[in-house]
């Protein structure tokens, strides 16, 4: 059993380290937990994390990892249980060093991911992780749920960014792993098992991340398309005609648009008629290559799989079809959903998914469906809203029917019912029924063997 984070043990830390519970520290995007804790810890560096560990470990206390607190599965809230200490990184920022010949960036774990944009841009470089949430998550955080966001089609998740983490184990000793190597064969990779471990397994502190040449031509356009097949196909013509330079590739159905005009009517687009489907496609070229050009010649080879589409004539016009998209999540907030599905499926069985998935979910009760993501990569946002007229609080007996009609059907087709947000509290049962039994045996042997108190953010990903 673990102990309390109560004033006679946070009387043995550091005043200086310390500071009072705020409401934002305790509460989650969407509003489904409410947490709790002791007390806030803002360490200033490693040997700082290391002493709170060790302090929580020999007290056995709990400690709940914080970073920009714009996780949606409540990895970052402790809402029962002992009452944990808080672990924020929000004074670990710093940019340690940037290698712009060597495409590395170094960074603390709460440096801001749209500082760590800044920083590689200022060396002309790029650090491609792009979610809407930049200007807040830290990148500590993006690491501990493997984030993922809309470059994954060119330039893979966050896992697939990062070449070193140091991070601070479960009895407080510190794992250098800060290394900045593209090979590295040298046993088992803990800087994976860290990865996506949503600060179960130890609390990384620093990474070494991946840069790259920045485009010198970027391009964008937004495409309607007759259903999701011809998506699809239009996803594999774009990688023919422009392999490696396809950076997004996202689906949007008319829903999440209608949306956007009822909750934000003074946000532009760019058709007349919403159309029931379209793709945002983005690209990055070389010089020696017209993004324009690309763009129309992708469409005219397109034929029949292409209805209609606008290509974006300046940057200006590419990043209003980048805050069309990028809306969408703030539209469905103000709409309110039933329940939310962040699932990825084999490509080529999305357009069955959905075909299948809105009958079935019509003989539940009347809903909104708004589907749109990362087609490219195969990560959609299945989201169920109330039908129009009507409020989220009627679906409240719904809603577990809801997403156990979502998730199984995903199951069915091999897919996963998490594909870049992770698992948190909010799937910790969804993960019992549908995870492979031999994964979560040595997942748990995992956890046991790192954290044998289980206090490295109790009750998030394995059930505590």
């Known amino acids: 059993m673990l102990n309390p984070a109560d004033p006679g043990f946070l009387a043995s830390l550091p005043e200086e380290l310390l500071r009072a519970v705020r409401p934002a520290d305790l509460e989650e995007p969407r509003g489904r937990w409410q947490g709790q804790g002791g007390a806030v810890a803002t360490p200033r560096n490693t040997a700082e994390v290391s002493l709170l560990v060790r302090a929580c470990a020999a007290a056995r ?36 060093a940037v290698h712009p010949q060597e495409n590395v960036i170094v960074a603390e774990a709460g440096a801001i991911l749209a500082d760590i944009h800044a920083a590689a841009e200022a060396q002309d470089r790029m650090f491609p992780l792009t979610l809407a949430s930049q200007g807040s998550s830290r990148i500590g955080g993006n690491l501990a749920t493997n984030a993922g966001g809309v ?67 970027t391009g964008a356009a937004l495409f309607v398309v007759p259903d999701p097949q011809a998506a699809l196909a239009l996803l594999s013509l774009a990688e023919s005609q422009l392999p490696g330079m396809v950076s997004g590739f996202e689906l949007i159905h008319r829903q999440g648009l209608d949306f956007l005009a009822e909750t934000l009517p003074d946000l532009r687009q760019p058709f007349a008629v919403a159309p029931e489907w379209c793709v945002l496609v983005d690209i990055g070229l070389p010089a020696a290559l017209d993004a324009t050009e690309a763009l129309m010649s992708l469409y005219e080879a397109a034929g029949e799989l292409v209805l209609d589409g606008v290509i974006a004539q300046s940057g200006t016009q ?10 969408i999540p703030e539209a469905n907030r103000r709409v309110g959903s039933i329940s939310s599905h962040d699932i990825s499926l084999p490509l080529s069985a999305i357009p069955a998914f959905l075909a299948e998935a809105a009958p079935a979910l019509a003989q539940l009760g009347d809903f909104r469906i708004n589907c749109f993501g990362h087609l490219g990569d195969g990560n959609l946002h299945y989201n169920v809203f109330p039908a129009k007229g009507r409020q989220r609080a009627e679906y409240d007996g719904l809603r577990e029917a809801v997403k156990t009609c979502v998730h199984d059907l995903v199951h069915r087709f091999d897919g996963s019912i998490s594909a870049e947000h992770g698992i948190g509290r909010l799937k910790v049962k969804d993960l019992e029924t549908y ?18 108190l289980g206090i490295l953010n109790p009750g998030a990903v394995l059930r505590a």
Request: proline fraction near 6%; glycine fraction near 12%.
């Open 61 to 96: 206390v709990g400690i709940v990892p914080l970073g920009g607190g714009t996780g949606l599965v409540g990895g970052q809230v402790m809402p029962e249980g002992p009452v944990p200490l808080i672990v924020s990184f929000e004074r670990m920022t710093a940019i340690r």
């Open 151 to 217: 470059n994954v089609l060119r330039y893979g998740n966050a896992r697939d960014l990062c070449l070193g983490v140091e991070a601070v184990l479960a009895d407080g000793t510190v794992f250098h792993g800060l290394k900045r190597l593209r090979k590295d064969n040298t046993g088992y990779d803990l800087r994976h098992l860290l990865i996506g471990a949503e600060g179960t397994l130890g609390l990384i502190t620093a990474a070494s991340l991946k840069l790259f040449p920045r485009p010198a031509v």
């Open 318 to 327: 590419r990043l209003e079809f980048w805050t069309l998209r990028e809306t």
């Open 435 to 452: 995870g492979d039994p031999v994964k979560l045996i040595a997942m748990r042997a995992i956890k046991t063997a790192l954290d044998p």
